[in-house]
């Protein structure tokens, strides 16, 4: 289920097998696989990629339920077993050269103590923490903090994604004025209110709805929308990222429950804000 949800994110064989540290070959037979259990083809396959089909855009919604169970699931048998352990939540996008730093600095200060991460996509900017699925999350804010204790680790300034033929995409800069024309890229209903104002910058928006930072570079590359995204990050070629100069600068957080009291939380927090200010 981990890998079909991959594929059907990603949508792409290549970019889910690099994505779940593996070779293509047996990612595509265990694809394969599954759709003979089920007696269902999940993908229309295709030289540019591939989509979902009805039923696997079913099995997408079931999937991944049944893996937020599996993983509360293990987070509770892991409490009563007392592991020596954390379970991080990462959002989106864990290429941030500050995750390679940290996750070095962290093997080097913890030897031999094993992490858990947990990959998460858009529609929760927490990573699963309110929910008990993860000890503490590297995010973005801004998002409902209530009952959250939040570290600041760097600042990021924000530019909107477009087509790399756009004519708005010669410009050296921008303002979100310069986009009220367009549509945008939105979050499934439910999404924290604050998140998805954020990333619609400051306004209600019309567009298609996304979960994972993949389907947001796709939705500017097959529709005519815009997106936003902190500057920096790579971008396929035939995208193209112009900064906006009014729109706040995306925050890098470390997030956990208040109260949580686990030292190995205040460890990984204090490795993290060192890795990010390098």
Known sequence: MRYFVAVAEERHFGRAATRLHMSQPPLSRAIKQLETEVGALLFARSPAGVTLTPAGAVLLDEARALLDRADRIRARVTAVAGAATITVGILGDSTDPGVTRLAAAYRRSHPGR???IRDTD???PTC???AGLVDVALTRAPFNETALTVRELRSDPVGVVLRADDPLARRSQLQLADL?????FQFPHGTDPIWQSYWNGGEPREGPVVRAVQECLQAV??????????LGHGLP?????VPLVDMPPSRVVAVWNE???NPLIRSFTDIATAAYRR
């Open 114 to 116: 094993d992490i858990r």
């Open 180 to 184: 009220s024309d367009r549509r945008w």
């Open 221 to 230: 590359l097959w529709n005519d929308i815009v997106g936003l995204a902190p």
């Open 128 to 130: 699963g923490l309110r």
């Open 237 to 241: 070629a035939e995208l193209a990222a």
């Open 122 to 124: 858009l529609t929760d």
């Open 259 to 261: 109260g949580d009291t």
